[in-house]
């Protein structure tokens, strides 16, 4: 055998073991593909439920400084965007409590929004003073995906609750 015709046999071998390669790997990214998929939206997801948890730590902290809670993103000084690219967020203010919306801009991801309440101290302290208040926070998550605007959590009766349509994620008092 010339050493012209060793080199394409060569050549050949090593072409169908990295096709035999690429096949393998090709097989194992689709049988791991959905749970993949499902980490990356887990991921992007992240990025709203971080901000809307700022958002409502960002409320807590004007409201202790002013008596106030923010209407604007911007003035709580936390450095957020309201808008990215799976996400835009917005505020709705009362007198006693903001809600700290993100809403996905993608039908796959899920929607959040964040609930911060004006309350008695004496409901997080019993020895605190009955005419101070404090703030108490809640993060719920749409219970589905899609990029409708989540219902508002309520505190009602001494306790927080999500809105319709939503699952509770954290609540903190401040």
Not at 91 to 111: P, R
Request: charged share 20%; with cysteine; hydrophobic share 35%.
């Amino acid at each position: 055998m010339s050493q012209q015709n060793s080199k394409s046999a060569s050549i050949a071998s090593n072409t169908r073991e990295c096709l035999w390669i690429l096949i393998f790997f090709g097989i194992v990214f689709l049988i791991c593909r959905p749970s993949f998929m499902v980490k990356l939206r887990k991921n992007k997801q992240w990025e709203a439920r971080e901000y809307i948890s700022s958002l409502n730590k960002g409320q807590q902290a004007y409201f202790a400084k002013k008596s106030v809670f923010s209407t604007y993103v911007k003035a709580l000084g936390i450095g957020i965007k309201i808008e990215t690219k799976n996400y835009n967020y917005s505020i709705l203010t009362t007198k006693t409590a903001t809600f700290n919306y993100g809403v996905s801009k993608q039908k796959d991801l899920t929607s959040y929004v964040g609930g911060v309440f004006v309350i008695p101290a004496t409901q997080v302290n019993s020895n605190a003073s009955k005419n101070k208040i404090t703030t108490t926070s809640i993060l719920c998550e749409a219970d589905s995906p899609g990029t409708i605007k989540p219902a508002e959590p309520t505190y009602q009766n001494g306790k927080l609750v999500c809105g319709t349509g939503t699952i509770e994620v954290t609540k903190k008092s401040h």
